[in-house]
C-alpha cells in the first residue's frame, strides 16, 4: 500500500467516524440551539441515541452472526451432502435465535423509551 493510498484510507475511515458517532450528537444539540427547553426524561434525545446505536449495534452482530453460521452450515453441507437433512434444521433454528437477540433489542429500546407506557 502506498503513502497516498494509506492516507486516503485514513481520510476515509476518519470520515466514517464522524458521520457515525458525531453527527446524531449535532442533530441532538439543534433544538437546544433553536432556545427549545431542555427536558429529560423518556422523550430526551439521548435516549433516541442510544436506541438507535443500541440496534444499530445489534443489527451489526446479528448479520456477522448470521452470515457465520450459514456459512459454516454450507460449508459442513458441501464436504458431507448427506447431512444436508441433519444439518439444515438446527442452521434455521440458530439462525431464529440470533434473530430473536436483535428484536429483543428493538423492543428494549422502546420500553426505555416509554413509548409502551412501562
Request: hydrophobic share 55%; proline share 4%; charged share 10%.
Amino acid at each position: 500500500m502506498t503513502t497516498k493510498q494509506a492516507r486516503m484510507s485514513y481520510v476515509s475511515k476518519l470520515t466514517a467516524f464522524v458521520a457515525v458517532f458525531l453527527a446524531p450528537a449535532l442533530a441532538a444539540a439543534a433544538p437546544a440551539a433553536a432556545g427549545a427547553a431542555q427536558q429529560s426524561g423518556p422523550h430526551d434525545g439521548t435516549y433516541a441515541i442510544a436506541m438507535v446505536v443500541g440496534v444499530g449495534l445489534a443489527a451489526l452482530g446479528c448479520g456477522l452472526g448470521q452470515g457465520k453460521a450459514a456459512g459454516a452450515a454450507l460449508e459442513g453441507i458441501c464436504r458431507n451432502p448427506n447431512s444436508a437433512d441433519k444439518v439444515f434444521t438446527p442452521m434455521l433454528l440458530g439462525l431464529a435465535f440470533i434473530e430473536s437477540l436483535v428484536i429483543f433489542t428493538f423492543v428494549m429500546g422502546f420500553i426505555v423509551s416509554g413509548k409502551f407506557g412501562f
